[in-house]
């Protein structure tokens, strides 16, 4: 069980949960949706987004509001990441025409 009132327990989150997060990449909708759906978004989380669902019995509900949050966050991360990666590869790969009708490519 992850508890985060102690010490530790946002690393301890990330190496339980490796292989446990759902990729929202592709879908943003599904994101917004299985937030709404967990209650995070209403302020009184019932579960956490996960593939696998994490035991919450004996904690808060400001604890697990806690967990919620930071797996939120992450995959807020992991789209923004995504989307920067692409914008980031379409201008490295964009031709630009200059005045001159000259073909420029940045790099």
């Known amino acids: 069980m992850i508890n ?3 010490y530790g327990w946002i690393e301890k989150f990330f ?3 490796e292989n446990q997060f759902i990729d929202y990449s592709e879908d943003y909708e599904n994101f917004y949706t299985d937030l709404r759906n ?3 978004i209403y302020g009184y989380t019932v579960n956490i987004p996960l593939k696998k ?3 919450t019995v004996g904690l808060s509900q400001d604890e697990i509001t806690k967990i919620a949050l930071l797996n939120a966050l992450y995959n807020v991360y992991r ?3 995504k989307i920067m990666t692409l914008i980031y590869l379409f201008l490295r790969l964009k ?3 200059n005045p ?3 073909k420029i490519i940045i790099f």
Request: glycine share 4%; no cysteine; charged share 20%.
């Open 4 to 6: 985060p009132s102690t």
């Open 15 to 17: 190496n339980k949960n």
């Open 38 to 40: 967990s209650g995070f």
């Open 53 to 55: 669902s994490i035991n």
């Open 79 to 81: 789209i923004v990441k």
């Open 95 to 97: 031709v630009f025409t």
């Open 100 to 102: 001159f009708k000259e």
